[in-house]
């Protein structure tokens, strides 16, 4: 089975801190997402990533960073933490050719900023 | 723009009824479609999916049914369990791309 790990289920941070959130997947998938989760608005799609070094801004940016220095590894980064960042946060990842296939979810980052 | 959307934001059932889900696509180039189940504290896991040419597409006792003349996308479970009680949405990728479009969810609740 494919397995996406996010390193922490919980996390509770300052505002104007940098905020790193790691995701780790071990089926040697190209294409790594990030998406943010919140009531009412479901999964909106914040960077991805189709290769090493590459990156891909997604619907809602602002504020975020990437970086994605190994196939595995895909991490977030919150540059200066501000309150309405505090969400869900999901990594997925997905084979890279181009027929039909789901993206795999980890159990998310719930991120508080106080 | 474009977006995929849900009928009924909540749903319940008895223990052991059928349970049908609903989703509105508006993307007709949309080619690809999946169920995603979410139980609480857990990420979106898989459940199935169906391309743009098939019209059903049946699981263990899940069946997706996809009706592109009206843009709209169905799961069905049969004889629900409380171990189905979760948020289920749906989501559609259009015909380029590796991205999806995701629906809000339906929360699932399954009476003993």
């Known amino acids: 089975d494919v397995k996406v790990t996010q390193s922490s289920r919980y996390l509770v941070k300052r505002t104007g801190e940098k905020v790193f959130l790691e995701c780790v997947q071990d089926?040697?998938?190209?294409?790594m997402f990030w998406y943010r989760q919140d009531p009412g608005l479901g999964l909106r799609l914040i960077y991805f990533s189709y290769d090493v070094k590459m990156k891909e801004k997604g619907d809602i940016p602002e504020g975020y960073s990437v970086s994605r220095e190994k196939k595995e590894r895909f991490s977030l980064i919150l540059e200066s933490a501000s309150t309405n960042q505090t969400s869900m946060y999901l990594c997925?990842?997905?084979?890279?050719?181009?027929?039909?296939?789901?993206?795999?979810f980890g159990d998310g980052t719930r991120l508080s900023i106080l | 723009g474009e977006s995929v959307g849900l009928h009924l934001p909540t749903l319940s059932v008895q223990e052991g009824d059928n349970s049908i889900i609903n989703c509105a696509y508006s993307n007709s180039a949309s080619d690809y479609f999946i169920w995603y189940k979410q139980e609480s504290g857990k990420g979106p896991q898989f459940i199935i999916d169906?391309?743009?040419?098939?019209d059903k597409r049946q699981g263990q006792r899940v069946t997706v049914l996809l009706n592109k003349t009206v843009k709209h996308l169905s799961l069905q479970i049969a004889a629900t369990q409380p171990g189905d009680s979760a948020v289920y949405f749906c989501a559609e990728k259009f015909d380029y791309g590796q991205n999806f479009v995701f629906g809000p969810g339906t929360r699932l609740s399954v009476l003993p």
């Open positions: 169906i391309r743009s040419n098939m």
């Open positions: 089926m040697d998938h190209e294409n």
């Open positions: 997925a990842s997905s084979p890279g050719d181009r027929s039909n296939q789901p993206q795999h």
